[in-house]
């Protein structure tokens, strides 16, 4: 047994590979997703009569690339003019991921700091008055993750879109009222994004609209994307409505201002499907030159689950079946882990007239988006819905992370100390701590039961790899498996920290 395990160790290749990054191991997987669209365009539909949106648009983003569109319904009722891809909604606060990117860039390019303080920029801000006198100023940072401390705004925020940079001013020159200390909890604000808005004014020398548009839109070639609803032509320009008494009652457009950073932008699917490339193309991380607005590590970094909010217990899937979820603020951005350690990165929108929600799974390269024009309609619902089932029936798998080549190494050189363990403390492979935490005779006998279990060797898997340094591989035996996972140290070569060998039930 052991003198066959040892053969399949000798033919074993022993060249290895530079790093690689995560890849999709699936065959023809956009056409198992195609597949998926017939069910998908009728989950809309049957969605948006049952909630009575009056029109509604929506894609589907795969790999960087809008691969599938449609439209239900009406932009415009009076005129009946039919909503698709090229229609133009007011997509609310989606608005606030561009207006975090944007900081970002700034910050990237040396003008800024994110735990700078936010009076350095609004002067208006620097005699702010706090819950309590140890109150630590507003930095960027929390405006970002909606942490500065004012109160939760929503309908409030939602009407002021028109407001001028002064109006805004005036709120700060009066006095805030805050419903925590800076810091100390989220809550998410509109405040805190309007401010964020001026603040890239004053840092740039442009309007946020201006600068955004220019190092956002342009670069990603989003020409039919707007800020103010009277420069969209009007055969795009989709109409908000509200259901009242059993009928659509059309709700007036706001004028962009100083709360535009928060939730104006104007949009089509087609346009906004390349913004979403963008956060899809920044994994996984790669030596690829950089062909976005912003840097991909600083795209990543708009993604981290930076203010985790709250678990949810009770959640469901779409299908009704039990999967706690987390879920997190970012920057600009929400953040959620469920039960099957799927991540899921996007913002909702919702203003009178109108409801939106996008979502990307990084690690499996797919996103959808929705636009409505029915006050805060209910999108995320319906894009749950959408990704849950387009994975079902599918079955397409998140991304692979090759082992590293230490991983690898270090497997074979645990390979033949697993043979005779009394050549263990020679072999230079383990890290200082390694004989201190385990006993070569103890870790013998658990390897000849393991053995002994399992049979013949048949074979030895590959590497999985969890990280660049941690992993495990299976011995396959006639009767029984063996799991062999191992954790390196951060020393340079790494050493093999961590071992646990464990039979795995037939």
């Known amino acids: 047994m052991r003198k066959l395990l040892y053969l ?24 198992k997703i195609e597949a998926t669209y017939p069910v998908i365009d009728q989950l809309y539909k049957d969605y948006a009569d049952k909630n009575h949106w009056p029109g509604l648009a929506y894609g589907i983003v795969v790999d960087g690339k ?22 133009d909604f007011r997509i609310a606060s989606m608005t606030k991921s561009l207006t975090a990117m944007a900081i970002l860039k700034l910050r990237d390019a040396g003008k800024l700091k994110l735990d700078d303080l936010a009076y350095l920029y609004i002067p208006e801000m620097k005699g702010t008055k706090y819950l309590t006198k140890d109150a630590t100023a507003i930095t960027i940072r929390q405006l970002l993750t909606h942490t500065a401390g004012f109160p939760e705004d929503n309908p409030w925020g939602d009407r002021r879109l028109a407001d001028t940079d002064e109006e805004l001013l005036a709120i700060y020159r009066k006095g805030v009222a805050f419903s925590t200390n800076p810091g100390t909890s989220y809550e998410y604000s509109n405040l805190g994004f309007a401010t964020l808005g001026y603040i890239i004014k004053k840092v740039s020398g442009k309007t946020y609209q201006q600068f955004i548009t220019d190092n956002i839109l342009k670069p990603l070639g989003m020409t039919h994307t707007y800020w103010e609803y009277t420069a969209v032509p009007a055969s795009k320009l989709a109409h908000g409505y509200r259901w009242l008494d059993d009928k659509w009652i059309e709700q007036p457009l706001l004028h962009d201002g100083s709360y535009g950073a928060m939730g104006g932008l104007i949009t089509t699917i087609e ?25 991909r590590s600083s795209v990543r970094e708009m993604q981290y689950p930076w203010d985790v909010n709250y678990l949810t217990a009770n959640a469901k899937t779409p299908t009704g079946r039990p999967c706690p979820n987390v879920t997190a603020y970012a920057y600009g951005l929400r953040w959620m882990k469920d039960c099957d350690n799927r ?12 409801g939106s929600q996008w979502n990307v799974m990084p690690d499996y390269g797919v996103g959808v988006v929705v636009f409505a024009n029915l006050t805060y309609a209910r999108a995320a619902v319906i894009n749950n819905a959408v990704l849950d089932t387009m994975l079902v029936l599918s079955n397409i798998r998140p991304r692979t992370l090759p082992a590293s080549d230490i991983l690898n190494q270090r497997k074979a050189d645990l390979l033949k100390v697993i043979t005779d363990w009394n050549t263990a403390k020679a072999s230079g492979i383990f890290a200082d701590n390694f004989f201190m935490d385990y006993f070569p005779e103890k870790l013998k006998i658990a390897a000849d039961e393991a053995f002994s279990k399992a049979g013949k060797i048949i074979s030895i898997g590959d590497v999985a790899a969890e990280n660049q340094l941690r992993g495990y ?34």
């Open 66 to 87: 809008l691969v599938h569109s449609g439209g239900i319904g009406y932009i415009n009722i009076d005129k009946k003019i039919k909503a698709d891809a090229s229609s």
């Open 271 to 295: 346009d906004f499907s390349k913004y979403m490339a963008v956060h899809l193309n920044a994994w996984p991380a790669r030596d690829d030159v950089e062909s976005g607005p912003v840097k």
């Open 343 to 354: 991540i899921y990165v996007g913002h909702t929108g919702g203003l009178p007239g109108f």
């Open 8 to 31: 399949l160790l000798l033919t074993a290749s022993t060249t290895y590979a530079q790093y690689k990054p995560a890849t999709f191991t699936d065959a023809d997987r956009l056409k």
């Open 473 to 506: 591989f299976i011995i396959k035996g006639e009767k029984a498996n063996i799991k062999v996972s191992f954790t390196l140290t951060p020393e340079n070569p790494p050493l093999i920290q961590e071992y646990h060998l464990d039979p795995l039930t037939p």
